[in-house]
Structures are given as C-alpha cells and as structure tokens.
C-alpha cells in the first residue's frame, strides 16, 4: 500500500466515525477481514455525498449503473466519480467542465442524453469491423463519459488511491485480444509502446489510450498528493506520437477549485464543500 493510499485510508476512517457516525468496520471481500475506511454492509449508499445521496440513489437505481465489487471502500473511485459529475449533469453545467480542459471546447454544448457512468469502450466495434471473434470481447469501462453536439465524444477515467492503472499477464488470450482489436488502433502511439510486452505492461492505460481518435478525447483526473498514479501518468504523456491535444491529465485539486469558483446552484450548494471534505485532506 502507497503512503498515500494508507493516509487516504485513516482519513476515511475517521470520516466515516466523525462526519456519517458510523462506528462499525465493513469487510474487505478479498479477505474477510474489517477496515476502518469500508462502510458495513447495509450502508452503501452513504458513500455518496450527505446533501445528495438521496437522490443520487435514485438516479443510479434508474440509470441501473452497476456499483463495483468494492464500492463500500470510501475510497472507492467509482462513487467519487458519482458523487462529482452527478450535480453538474443534473443543474446542466456540466458545460464549464469543457474551458477547463482547453480554450478549443469554450463554445461546445453537451448532449445531455449522451452523458454515462461505467461506458463500454469501441472494442465490440472494432471486433466486429475486423469481422474477428476472440474468446474475450469484453471492453474497456470508463468512468464517465459524454458526447457534444458537434459529435466530439470525451472519455474519463478516474482514479484516486490506485498505485497503477493495471497491467495484464502475456497469455495466449490477450495477445490474441491485442493482434485482432488493439492493435488495428495504435497509429497515433509512439513506436516503443505498440509492441505487446509494452501494451501488457500498461494494459488500461493503453486500452484507454487507443481511443484517441479525429472526434475523441480521453481524460484522466488523479490526485496530486498520489505519486505513484502521477508516474503512470507521466508515462501516459509520453506514449501519444499524434493527437497529443486529445488527452487531458488533470489534477482533481484544480478541477475541483475550478468548479466551486463557478458552481452556484442553490439545489446542490454544499456538494463542493462536502466533497472536499471527504477526498481532501492535508496530509
């Protein structure tokens, strides 16, 4: 565990006693074990924000968003994800979001019925233009997704105490995956970084990565403070040849300051201050 996952993780600790007043330890399933920073089993829906869980609950019950396996983990980057774009989606300002990323989107207009939470990437897409079948079609979920009116697609995957984006084992599945799907979309990746052993090595980085395209952008939101994502981030910025205007690293420290200098919808007031709250702290 990184210093800062386990600094994050007695934080949540002591949030979840002093801010929810829940003083009983949820199990970790990998393990059976109880931790301070997982809520019981009954209280999920306490991981979202005070002011909104209500009706965050019911959107994500309507919107049938599957929750991960460790979403009681405070710290999960799944509820996170929710517990920020939900309030911009639901008062329509999920627009100031594009300025932040680049002067370029200033005048872009968002598809409100395009925007979801755990969105499959284009890899069925592809499979079934390279007319291939493979033994795992599944395809890459990115945390949040929305399109604009003028078709530019923006792709989000978030990330909080993770160490790494995640690599895979070089089997027989996954270089058949790579030669029939991945590989057919490397073109705008650096030379060094196309061959399998270096796909495998960076797997969700790289799969998210190929989704860069003339209408596609990807972005990815990291705490500052997390020094071992802010690597795999760095690698991230090196590995794009072309469309380097196309993907986004953004701190959330400066995402979220950006937002609370611009959000003023009296419905979702005290979001901002809640979600600093339970994700900020000075270590």
């Known amino acids: 565990m990184s210093k800062f996952a386990e600094k994050v993780k007695t934080h949540l600790s002591e949030y979840k006693r002093h801010s929810l007043d829940i003083h009983v330890d949820g199990i970790w399933k990998s393990n059976g074990e109880p931790y301070g920073h997982i809520l019981p089993a009954s209280q999920e829906m306490q991981n979202f924000l005070p002011s909104i869980k209500e009706s965050l609950s019911d959107f994500v019950q309507q919107n049938r968003i599957k929750l991960h396996t460790n979403f009681l983990h405070l710290n999960s980057s799944q509820a996170m994800c929710l517990n920020f774009f939900y309030p911009l989606i639901i008062t329509k300002r999920l627009e100031m979001i594009l300025p932040f990323l680049s002067d370029q989107f200033i005048d872009e207009k968002i598809d409100y019925y395009s925007t979801c939470f755990e969105k499959d990437g284009q890899e069925r897409v592809w499979l079934s233009e390279s007319k291939g079948r493979i033994t795992d079609d599944t395809p890459t979920s ?24 995640g690599k895979e084992k070089d089997d027989d599945e996954h270089k058949e995956k790579f030669n029939m799907v991945y590989e057919k979309h490397l073109s705008h990746i650096k030379g060094k970084y196309r061959t399998l052993d270096s796909f495998l090595q960076h797997y969700q980085m790289m799969r998210n990565l190929t989704h860069i395209d003339d209408k596609s952008f990807v972005v990815f939101i990291y705490p500052s403070q997390n020094k071992e ?55």
Do not use: M
């Not at 945390?143 to 978030?158: I, P, R, S």
């Open 142 to 165: 990115f945390d949040f997704y929305f399109q604009t009116l003028c078709g530019k697609k923006f792709f989000f995957e978030v990330k909080y105490t993770e160490s790494t984006f």
């Open 229 to 283: 994502i802010v690597k795999e981030i760095n690698i991230a910025r090196d590995v794009l040849e072309n469309y380097t205007e196309h993907f986004f690293p953004i701190e959330w420290e400066k995402l979220v300051q950006y937002v609370a200098s611009r959000f003023s919808e009296e419905r979702f007031a005290h979001f901002i201050v809640e979600f600093k709250e339970k994700y900020f702290f000075v270590p």
